[in-house]
DNA sequence: CCATTTTTGTACCGTATCGCATAAAAATAG
DNA sequence: CTATTTTTATGCGATACGGTACAAAAATGG
């Protein structure tokens, strides 16, 4: 019994492809928005195919926003990265995060600002399943600029005022993600974050 | 020929009344995702009658849109107006605010955050009319919260570092309308936004 | 070559959707 | 009391929705 080969009737799609394919309808539509009939034709299959594979519109639609969340992080700790001291790395990251939800980035082709913030949200109070997903998207941001700060800050800040700071800074984003979908241009988003890293982030600390 | 009484069978309705249970529905679940049904069903009419008084489903969620900034910035206003200072009155209007998305106050039951931010975003994409009602609704936040700063540093801050601040705050602000969406407690929110404001209105003000 | 497994594609089910057509109801005008 | 005006109420109509049943297709196992 050979395990290294499938048995049935080989796939016709990329499953990771497939998801991309979707995410971008969801990320342009929301989910009420978007019906199975517009998945099926931008992924080229049927729903008999999205069903088995993915689930309900409901599971594809957390699938969804979980590969979003991960995408994200991924590529803003990377933008991070490239930068140093505490300012400049929070300067690039939400410059970053300014690009994907202005779609400059090849994540997306349009400025949608960030799917979680910009169409889980709207959600969030009919079902308690998308509010905890929305919850679990804030956190985990807020928790992210909380480290990439305590990281640079090297002990010169209260911890409360990094969490503050931090909670600010995500506050911050999630406003420009909306202004972002509302066509807001890119430069005038950056204008905006670089000032607000300034007044959030004490200079006392180096930079 | 008096033209003192109107001709016809009267209404069973009170126009006023059912905007604003009109407002709860959209409010609470969004554009797509809310039904002329749901509709006819709160509020009682049938949907002949919601159409003849109201028109289409957009032409009814774009009045809404309109009708809910107007009661906001007339409760803003209000509530600022209990505070003197730059800052004491920020604070005040961001508590207020706060109240309003967390369902604390009488225009609404429930944590359903910006009725604009949080469910006309979604559809910005999709439509240019909502995409231009969107920006409408943060301009005139920016302007708002310009005018308030302007007024009561009297001319000791410059021109571009008041719009700037008011659009630190006004991000601030939307992203707290997230968050109570997304459920978190008035008092958290609250917090946040007086340090916020401490953070982005500079202090050489006098408060 | 036939059985087995998995995916695909067509077609269908029951329901929900928005908008409107049409008639009954309730008021005023003369 | 009749004509006119306006609103209400029933119901239709065409489409769209999410999900699934079922058979054909395409691969492997032996």
Not at 85 to 99: H, N, Q, S, T, Y
Not at 188 to 193: E, T
């Amino acid at each position: 019994m050979k395990t290294g080969t499938k048995r049935g009737r080989p796939r016709k799609f990329d499953e990771d492809e497939t998801l991309d394919q979707i995410m971008q309808v969801f990320w342009k539509n929301g989910y009420a928005a978007t019906s199975l009939d517009q998945i099926a034709e931008v992924t080229g299959l049927n729903r008999p195919s999205l069903y088995s594979a993915f689930g309900s519109k409901k599971d594809m639609y957390l699938t969804i926003v979980d590969r979003f969340a991960d995408r994200m992080h991924i590529y803003l700790r990377e933008a991070g990265g490239k930068a140093t001291g505490v300012r400049p790395r929070l300067k690039a990251i939400l410059a970053a995060a300014i690009d994907l939800y202005t779609g400059q980035t090849e994540l997306n082709g349009a400025p949608y600002g960030c799917l979680a913030i910009s169409t889980l949200q709207t959600e969030a109070v009919q079902d308690a399943e998308f509010r905890e997903a929305l919850d679990a998207v804030i956190t985990r941001m807020d928790k992210g600029i909380a480290s990439l700060i305590r990281h640079e800050t090297q002990g010169s800040m209260a911890e409360t005022d990094i969490k503050e700071a931090a909670q600010h800074l995500a506050l911050i984003l999630h406003g420009l993600s909306i202004r972002a979908r509302a066509g807001e241009a890119p430069g005038v988003l950056k204008a905006l974050a670089e000032s607000a890293v300034d007044k959030i982030v004490p200079a006392s600390t180096g930079n």
